[in-house]
């Protein structure tokens, strides 16, 4: 941009006026800013809670305002629940497709490390599923994906029970005691980390299996067997 500017003399020069330099903001597409904002309400959900977290932080985290969050989700609630949602099918898809074992021990192995694996790569999204909230469903928490890994399992361990004798019925029960053990133990593990995962995971298989390769067909409780 050029401009005529007087001098003392009253003699016209001119001057060179640089143009203002283009902003080096670059514009976010609609499905970039959803991405955007469900990164940074994961992080702000695993910091603190459903609770605790306001739609006003995660507007500002992600330097927007705040109706263009409630544009995206409709609310806090909406929000929350794609978050979830993501979490629990990201789990579920680790853990089904590491369930390739035909033998319950590797089987257990396999749940085992690629929970702890999850926890140690995806924290935040593993703090958000272990985390209570009034407004999951039944089907989107952490315990609905145990559930349905517990599932996967029970179908093995009843096939195995057959070839041993046991009563099949009874694979589900131990199927959720198994998952259970391993899915308790992650979250414990989710503060402690240590001892490393893979030690962790032999830990659990030694308990478990040393268990399993002894099993009574018809166990008792000790305390409630008459004296001979």
Do not use: C
């Amino acid at each position: 941009m050029t401009e005529v500017a007087g001098d003392d003399a009253g003699t016209a020069r001119r001057r060179v006026v640089p143009a203002a330099k283009p902003s080096s903001r670059v514009r976010m597409s609609a499905a970039q800013r959803r991405e955007q904002l469900i990164s940074i309400a994961r992080q702000i959900f695993a910091e603190r809670g459903f609770d605790a977290t306001s739609i006003e932080e995660v507007a500002a985290r992600a330097k927007v305002s705040k109706p263009v969050v409630y544009e995206h989700f409709g609310g806090k609630e909406g929000l929350y629940a794609v978050v979830v949602d993501r979490e629990v099918r990201s789990l579920l898809d680790r853990i089904t497709t590491a369930l390739t074992a035909g033998h319950p021990r590797e089987l257990l192995e396999q749940a085992a490390l690629t929970l702890l694996t999850y926890i140690e790569e995806e924290t935040s999204g593993f703090r958000v599923l272990v985390r209570e909230s009034p407004l999951m469903a039944a089907a989107g928490n952490f315990s609905s994906v145990m559930n349905d890994v517990a599932h996967q399992v029970e179908h093995i361990l009843g096939a195995e029970f057959s070839n041993r004798g046991y009563d099949p019925k009874l694979a589900e029960l131990y199927a959720q005691a198994l998952v259970g053990m391993v899915a308790l133990t992650g979250r414990w593990w989710l503060e402690v980390r240590k001892p490393r995962k893979e030690t962790v995971a032999a830990h659990l298989v030694n308990l478990a299996w040393n268990g399993l390769s002894h099993l009574e067909a018809k166990p008792g409780l000790s305390t409630s067997r008459k004296p001979g």
